[in-house]
Structure formats: structure tokens, C-alpha cells
């Protein structure tokens, strides 16, 4: 027995230790699945669903039942004494014990309109419910989508730091012989020694920033911080795209979620001042009740049995005055109109700024690839041609450090470029409302 706990408690521990490869689908459906700030989000979503429930359910007929027993004290019985009867006769006995049994239904006829505006401002808080929750959505996809990509750019630099180095560590061998052999100065020998000493702790840095990477990507997607995960990723595809500022800027405001929600806020904000305004007209409320007492004050004289009886009407309550109360209510709801109007308009500009920032964003970051590609071309090509005049001893040590740092850092300027265009791209998509998951 003890050894089969033992395998329960170990199993989750040895699977999160395994290395897991993911792609970025994947990496999605779990850190969708796995949010924390999602399971707010639909709790949000779930609590708007109940309160368009509650609002519907004070249109309809509302049923009670009420039970009550009641010891009465003591008091003489009402009699009437008659000359020609020796006894009182007694008109009325005294019952100490009593129970009411006690059905009611009210049904609201008219409530100022009260009632239908709260149930109108329900279903919209509800559409902004369901549209946080999409918007919600988006956002958590693009933070695991950054965190990917960047754990992707982290590999590509660890990985050519490591290449940078093994090519050095191959050029130290080259000029130890040609040392041997009295074709290189010591002094060459030093420089590549030297060379290797800083890439060597460039990769220890690009090491660590590597477990940061895949820290934050498990942190994204809610694994534990010391997964050893890996990522599989087929190079980002670089398309021409010719967008269209003023059709991205149309999109984003017919599409992002933020702003419907606002916008259901305004609805459910107007129909707030309709209800808050219901309190200046008369409310009508049909009723009927049913009742079972014990003794039943409607019938004399009193008779110690359960009898039935009921009544039905029409109440008509209007409040006159209340010290400005009313009115008071009409102005906080129409400030909080006023105030959620306001705050629309100012999310429309901020949309608007933000799109327009990462389609110029969008348009460097291709740019960027486009440079950064010829850039490595040209150092490999620069390389190529120092490493094998080097070997002829053409060229100089330091000639080669330069050459080998040149390309090291074309190729780091092209594996950031190619994580910033996917990162942008996301980016522009998800701020003109497209859905990114």
C-alpha cells in the first residue's frame, strides 16, 4: 500500500520532469484550459447569466406559502347574559391556540416600466459579460503566444552561440598546430583564447535566459515553473502583406470586443435611468391569497377548526414624496450614462492609436527580416572567405574574431527579427479584433 502512494504522489512529479515538446497549438488548448484569470473571466460570464434569470423571474407571478402558530394569553370568554337563562350564554369562545396556514399570489401589472428596463439592462450586462470573456480569450492567447515566441527566439540564440563557439573551439585547434609549426604568433592564439572566453560567457547568459524563457512560457500556459518543456516550431513564414490603415482601423471598431462590451454597458446603463426613473409613476400588483386557519377570523363565532377561505384584488402604491430620493437615483444613474459614454469614445481613440502603432510596428518588423537576412548572407559569405584565407594564413587572427563576430551577431539580428514580425503580427491581429487562438 505504501509503495502505491508513494507511485501516485512520484507519477506527476516524473511526468513534468520529462522533457515535453509542444507546438504552439498545443501550447494554447493547455494554457487556455489551465487559466486561472479565464476561470474569473467565465465565473464573470456565469454570475451575468444568473442576475438575466433573477431580473426575468420578477416579471412572472411570484408564489409564496406561510405557516404560523400563536399562543394567545388568557381572557374571558365574550358572553351575553339574558334574564331568562339562569347561565351566560357564550357568543364567542376563547381559542388560545392558533394556526394560520397561507398561500399568496402576487403578480406586478404595472412597475413604471422598473422591471423590464432591469431585465433589458440584465441581458445587456450579459452581452458585455460574454464579450469580456472573448476579449479575455484573445488576450490570454497572445500572452502565450509572446511567451513562446520568445522561448523560440531564446533557443535559436542559445543555439547559434553554441555554433559560434564550437567554430572557435575549432580555430583554437587550427592555430595551436599552425603555432606548432611556427605559421601564427602566440599572440594569435591569445586573441581566440580570448575570443572563446567571451562567448563562452555569452552562452552562459544565453543559458540562463533560456530557463527564464521556458519559465515564463510555463508560467503562461499554468505548468509548474520547472517543466522541462520544449517547443516545436516550423520557421515563421514571412508574406507580403499589404494592409490597408483605414480598413484595419474599420475592423478594429466593428470587431474588438472591448468596445461591445462598452457598448452593451451604454445599453444597460440607459435602461438603469429608465428604472431608476419608474419610481416617479404608481406601481399595480394583482394578488390573491388562499388561507387554511385555525380559527378562521372570518367566521363567528369562532369555531376551534381549520377553515378555508380567500381574497384576490388590485393594490395601486405611490411613493409622494421621499426627500428626494427619487430624483437623487435619477441623477447617479444618469451620471454613471454619461460617464460610461464617455469612457467608450476614449477607448475608440486608444483602439485606434493602438492600431495604427502596430501596423507601423507590423511594417518595421517585416522590413527588419528583409535587412537582417541579407545581413547574414553577407557575414556568411564574409566569413567563409576570411576562414579560408586564415587557413592559408592570408588573414589574420583578428581578422577572423571579426569576421566570426559579424555573423554571430547578423544571425541574433535575424532570429530576433523573425520572433519581433510573428510577435507583431499577432499583435496588429489581435488589435483589430481577429481572433488569435
Known amino acids: 500500500m505504501k509503495k502505491f502512494i508513494m507511485a501516485v504522489i512520484l507519477v506527476p512529479v516524473i511526468l513534468y520532469s520529462q522533457t515535453r515538446e509542444l507546438t504552439l497549438k498545443e501550447s494554447l488548448e493547455i494554457g487556455l484550459k489551465n487559466s486561472k484569470d479565464l476561470k474569473i473571466s467565465y465565473s464573470k460570464l456565469v454570475s451575468a447569466s444568473a442576475q ?11 408564489l409564496t406559502f406561510n405557516a404560523g402558530y400563536t399562543r394567545l394569553s388568557n381572557i374571558p370568554p365574550f358572553d351575553v347574559s339574558l334574564p331568562i337563562f339562569p347561565e351566560p350564554i357564550v357568543v364567542s369562545p376563547v381559542i388560545l391556540d392558533n394556526y394560520t396556514l397561507k398561500t399568496s399570489l402576487q403578480q406586478p401589472l404595472f412597475t413604471g416600466f422598473r422591471l423590464t428596463s432591469l431585465r433589458d439592462a440584465a441581458k445587456s450586462n450579459y452581452d458585455a459579460a460574454n464579450s469580456d470573456y472573448q476579449s479575455d480569450m484573445n488576450e490570454i492567447a497572445f500572452k502565450i503566444q509572446d511567451a513562446f515566441w520568445n522561448y523560440y527566439e531564446s533557443q535559436l540564440n542559445d ?14 585547434d587550427d592555430t595551436k598546430n599552425f603555432l606548432a609549426n611556427g605559421q601564427v604568433i602566440k599572440n594569435d592564439y591569445l586573441k581566440l583564447e580570448v575570443q572563446y572566453s567571451s562567448v563562452n560567457l555569452q552562452k552562459i547568459e544565453a543559458d540562463n535566459s533560456l530557463d527564464i524563457a521556458r519559465m515564463t512560457f510555463n508560467q503562461a500556459i499554468n505548468l509548474p515553473l520547472d517543466a522541462q518543456t520544449q517547443i516545436k ?32 454597458r451604454l445599453y444597460a446603463s440607459i435602461e438603469n435611468v429608465r428604472a431608476s426613473n419608474s419610481a416617479w409613476y404608481p406601481s399595480v400588483y394583482l394578488f390573491g391569497d388562499y388561507y387554511d386557519d385555525k380559527p378562521n377570523g372570518r367566521i363567528l363565532p369562532a369555531v376551534n377548526e381549520f377553515k378555508y377561505g380567500w381574497d384576490a384584488g388590485v393594490t395601486l402604491s405611490w411613493t409622494i414624496w421621499n426627500w428626494g430620493y427619487n430624483s437623487s437615483q435619477s441623477t447617479i444613474a444618469e451620471q454613471n450614462k454619461i460617464q460610461t459614454e464617455t469612457s467608450l469614445s476614449q477607448l475608440k481613440d486608444a483602439v485606434e492609436i493602438e492600431v495604427y502603432q502596430n501596423y507601423l510596428t507590423f511594417k518595421r518588423a517585416y522590413d527588419k527580416v528583409s535587412v537582417s537576412k541579407l545581413g547574414v548572407d553577407q557575414s556568411e559569405e564574409n566569413y567563409r572567405i576570411t576562414k579560408d584565407m586564415y587557413n592559408n594564413q592570408t588573414e589574420t587572427a583578428t581578422d577572423l574574431i571579426d569576421s566570426e563576430a559579424a555573423l554571430l551577431q547578423a544571425e541574433t539580428n535575424y532570429n530576433n527579427a523573425l520572433v519581433d514580425y510573428e510577435v507583431a503580427k499577432i499583435r496588429l491581429e489581435k488589435s483589430v479584433g481577429k481572433k488569435i487562438y
Open 52 to 62: 438575466v434569470t433573477s431580473a426575468n423571474s420578477q416579471l412572472l407571478p411570484q
Open 159 to 172: 543555439s547559434v552561440l553554441g555554433e559560434n563557439l564550437n567554430q572557435i573551439k575549432q580555430h583554437l
Open 233 to 264: 516550431v516550423e520557421e515563421p513564414e514571412i508574406k507580403v502583406t499589404d494592409y490597408n490603415i483605414e480598413d484595419l482601423q474599420s475592423e478594429a471598431k466593428n470587431n474588438r470586443n472591448e468596445l461591445k462590451a462598452l457598448e452593451y
